[in-house]
């Protein structure tokens, strides 16, 4: 049977078909669309019904190669959420997590709650776009008539099958999920006046969620789909299509952010995970993801949108190359970066203020870019292993970034560890394992990372002998003398 994953990140989606043949994964792009949000009266908003009619175009193109029966799944970003009166019919336009009416309410909710509390409970880093803080700033009357409050991509599946469910993976990053019970926290909810019953029920990956309507849709022409509710968390599903093994390896799950963390069956709850911000992301398959997250290639998807010229990605690479590193060092985990008007500004404010040289041309701030990233990633396995005393001997990158060979090297560079670069699509590959594991074509996740490794590429990447302890050093010193959000 022919798999389908919809896989939608923020700035784009696809529709990726797959199957089993001669025991190698072979995947096939179907569909493919840009995705982004738009500002309106002053709010960010994703168009919803535009990634909905996607997705239905992408089936229809299934059908039309062919595909006649098969299962889909369904993977987005995190924390965003759709508001359904007692008709199902949505309250609003859907906010996207990069609208600034949350820059603030991470003190106001603290102050009713202690952090501590909360980290505590949840296991969840503190993001200023976290649903908690999102719902906390949410109009009242709205929530008030809110009959279901649903992740985007469960509403998505919902609106495909009538069937309203909490994937759990997605459901973690909400931070109001009891880490202990495994259910949503009572006392974090009425905090944001919100009731447990507003929340469908919770499931795990690999759940079956329904048939899709084919009356709802009569203008497409589509096959007849089983909607597998899978690890619909876009890392999640990311991790899952990691094809790492052992105890020895952490992932870099490289595109829009760049989340970097290890796979573990429990979580690792102290003074210095809050202290660093590391969360414990639920994982398929009762794993927890450690993580850190990082503001990713996002950076340079707007420093290129602002750059006078048409550059390609791969030409600001070797811009790059061309350019001395370490010219600056830059916290590009600072919430300045998450969506300032103009990215390249911004940059060049900041290393104003910090007394740094100021990066102009287009092969200067790519360069500022990657060697900060890789420096930023260096550092935050340095205290994974120091948080967690397990010494990692490898990092897996997957997503888009694993095609950036020169970032590669640099983070091999400076973390010392070998880098495995690969397989880009990891995110609609381990949507398709968990697809494969619910319709058991696959035994377990085990099973399904070998798989990985016999169908796809993994290039290597070895770190070159430097003098990386000492641009580290330069680092944090630059952070700690501009009293700045510390990395490490």
């Known amino acids: ?66 595909f006649e029966e098969c299962t889909v799944g369904i993977d987005t970003w995190a924390v965003d959420y759709v508001l359904l009166d007692q008709n199902g019919d949505r309250l609003q336009d859907v906010v996207t997590y990069r609208d600034h009416r949350t820059d603030k309410t991470i003190e106001k909710l603290t102050n009713l709650m202690s952090k501590e509390e909360i980290y505590r409970k949840t296991g969840i880093q503190f993001l200023p776009f976290n649903t908690i803080y999102q719902l906390f700033e949410e109009d009242q009357e709205l929530l008030q008539n809110t009959d279901k409050i649903l992740m985007i991509p469960d509403y998505l599946g919902y609106r495909l099958t009538g069937n309203a469910v909490t994937e759990v993976t997605n459901a973690s990053t909400t931070q109001l999920l009891n880490i202990d019970s495994r259910a949503f926290d009572e006392e974090l909810l009425e905090l944001i006046s919100v009731k447990k019953e507003q929340f469908a029920a919770l499931i795990e990956p690999g759940t079956e969620l329904g048939l899709l309507k084919h009356k709802w849709f009569p203008e497409y022409d589509l096959p007849e789909c089983k909607i597998i509710t899978v690890a619909s968390h876009d890392t999640a599903s990311a991790i899952v299509g990691t094809p790492g093994d052992g105890e020895n ?205 016999d169908s796809f590429k993994i290039k290597s990447f070895n770190p070159y002998p430097d003098s990386k302890e000492d641009i580290i050093r330069q680092f944090k010193r630059m952070l700690y003398s501009q009293n700045r959000e510390e990395i490490s």
């Open 1 to 66: 049977m022919i798999h389908i994953a919809v896989d939608i990140g923020a700035s784009s989606g696809r529709l990726v078909a797959g199957e089993i043949k001669n025991g190698k994964l072979t995947i096939k792009d179907i569909h493919r669309f840009s995705n982004g949000f738009e500002k309106k009266d002053g709010t960010y908003y994703w168009d919803i019904d535009y990634i909905m009619n996607e997705i239905l175009q992408g089936l229809s193109v299934a059908k039309s190669l062919g």
């Open 249 to 453: 390896w952490a992932y870099l799950s490289s595109g829009t952010w760049s989340l970097i963390g290890i796979e573990n069956h429990k979580p690792f709850i102290d003074s210095y995970a809050l202290a660093d911000n590391y969360t414990n992301e639920w994982g398929a398959f009762g794993t927890f993801r450690f993580l850190k997250n990082i503001m990713g290639l996002w950076i340079l998807q707007e420093v290129r949108r602002k750059l006078n010229g048409d550059f390609s990605f791969e030409q600001l690479v070797e811009e790059a190359k061309q350019v001395q590193p370490f010219q600056q060092f830059i916290n590009f985990n600072d919430h300045r970066f998450l969506n300032p008007v103009n990215m390249i500004e911004e940059i060049q404010e900041y290393c104003r203020e910090t007394n740094q040289s100021v990066p102009e041309s287009a092969g200067e701030l790519a360069s500022a870019v990657f060697n900060n990233l890789a420096i930023i990633y260096a550092i935050a396995l340095e205290d994974l292993e120091r948080m967690t005393s397990k010494q990692i001997n490898r990092v897996h990158i997957v997503g888009g970034g694993a095609n950036n060979e020169f970032l590669n090297q640099l983070t091999a560079n400076l973390s010392g560890k070998t880098v495995y670069a690969g397989p880009s699509e990891a995110t609609a590959i381990g949507n398709l394992i968990v697809q494969l594991i619910a319709n058991k074509e696959l035994e377990h996740i085990e099973s399904g990372r070998q798989l990985i490794k």
